[in-house]
T-cell receptor
Framework: EDQVTQSPEALRLQEGESSSLNCSYT??????LFWYRQDPGKGPEFLFT???AGEEKEKERLKATLTKKESFLHITAPKPEDSATYLC???????????FGKGTMLLVSP | KAGVTQTPRYLIKTRGQQVTLSCSPI?????VSWYQQTPGQGLQFLFE???????NKGNFPGRFSGRQFSNSRSEMNVSTLELGDSALYLC??????????????FGQGTRLTVV
């Protein structure tokens, strides 16, 4: 059974204080690992897809990396508008289903 | 390019009633998946439709059902509502030409409250 564990559950940062979110996974043949951002009361917003170990992707202050067992979402010099819940999901080869972690709730204070 | 549209945004229903939720995918997308999101369980997969056929189904009781129309719009139905069905129901669309081939884009969700 595919499993995704995200840590920490919640993270509070000061504006400009860089940090990383972790996503550990077990999957029977990884097709892709996905990062989403979710604001309260809204649907998840797609951020990145990573397909193979060693791959990295960047978008503004966010950078996602992937190893064979985990992914990190690095947030550089965050701003209050980066406050949201960040969700990680895996997709196994041959399947369309996404298995999600429970997310990391990030709060960035001015 | 319009995103995924879910209607209605909010619903309040009474235990025992049934409810139908609607999802219009991104134009050109043929795969529609449904997820239930609750504070305790997070996002859990309900089912996926591709070209009007159910391609995958999650571990939910038979009270949860869905269908997809020829224009790729999808509906999900929950019969005999229970208090535990209160959740945010999310629809995601993808191109879906091949199984597991493309990213999924989510709608804003339907917030269902069962009283």
């Amino acid at each position: 059974e595919d499993q995704v564990t995200q840590s920490p559950e919640a993270l509070r940062l000061q504006e400009g204080e860089s940090s990383s979110l972790n996503c550990s996974y077990t999957v029977s043949g990884l097709r892709g690992l996905f990062w989403y951002r979710q604001d309260p009361g809204k649907g998840p917003e797609f951020l990145f897809t990573l397909y193979s170990a060693g791959e990295e992707k960047e978008k503004e202050r966010l950078k996602a990396t992937l190893t064979k067992k985990e992914s990190f979402l690095h947030i550089t010099a965050p701003k209050p508008e980066d406050s949201a819940t960040y969700l990680c999901a895996v997709q196994a080869r041959g399947y369309s289903t996404l298995t999600f972690g429970k997310g990391t709730m990030l709060l960035v204070s001015p | 390019k319009a995103g995924v549209t879910q209607t209605p945004r909010y619903l309040i229903k009474t235990r025992g009633q049934q409810v139908t939720l609607s999802c219009s995918p991104i134009s050109g997308h043929r795969s529609v998946s449904w997820y239930q999101q609750t504070p305790g369980q997070g996002l859990q997969f309900l089912f996926e439709y591709f070209s009007e056929t159910q391609r995958n189904k999650g571990n939910f009781p038979g009270r949860f059902s869905g269908r997809q129309f020829s224009n790729s719009r999808s509906e999900m139905n929950v019969s005999t509502l229970e208090l535990g069905d209160s959740a945010l129901y999310l629809c995601a669309s993808s191109l879906g030409r091949q199984v597991g081939n493309t990213e999924a884009f989510f709608g804003q969700g339907t917030r269902l409250t069962v009283v």
